[in-house]
């Protein structure tokens, strides 16, 4: 096995522990009919993070090294359209979803009783509409890599 080809299957084993568990975290709240599901389900939702910190981070890094062995891939219009995406998708986490979840975090940290308010409803539609943005941005860096269309 060459340099690079570790490279592609860290990449690719990167893919799978950092996406896999982010296109889940939605549905791990979703079904939560009390304040305790609630914060219990975000506390899986905070682990489930790690991972997809730890992948994405390890995403970036090896598909940039991989980039740098072979500049050619810097002039293929999926490779430099993947990592545009990736790196916007990124930038959502500190522009636009840490300013939506923090409202959230504060409610189930100080609501009192076990009725999950309206105000969480509303807080939390908008924060899954941007994770599912984010999400479909993933998708399509997927669909990029596997398919090299130009």
Do not use: C
């Amino acid at each position: 096995m060459t340099f690079y080809e570790l490279l592609l299957f860290v990449h690719i084993f990167s893919a799978i522990l950092g996406m896999g568990p982010g296109f889940v975290m939605i549905f791990v709240v979703k079904k939560a009919t009390t304040m305790t599901e609630l914060r219990h389900a975000y506390a899986i939702r905070n682990q489930l993070h790690i991972f997809v910190m730890i992948g994405g981070t390890l995403l970036l890094i090896t598909g940039l090294i991989m980039g740098f062995l072979n500049p050619a891939l810097f002039k293929q219009g999926w490779y430099i359209l993947s990592l545009t995406l990736y790196l916007i998708a990124l930038a959502f986490g500190p522009i636009l979803l840490s300013p939506k979840s923090k409202p959230i975090k504060a409610l189930l940290k100080e609501h009192k009783g076990e009725d999950i308010p309206k105000e969480y409803t509303l807080l939390a539609n908008k924060l899954f509409f941007v994770e599912r943005l984010e999400n479909t941005i993933f998708l399509i860096v997927i669909a990029l890599m596997i398919l090299k269309p130009f």
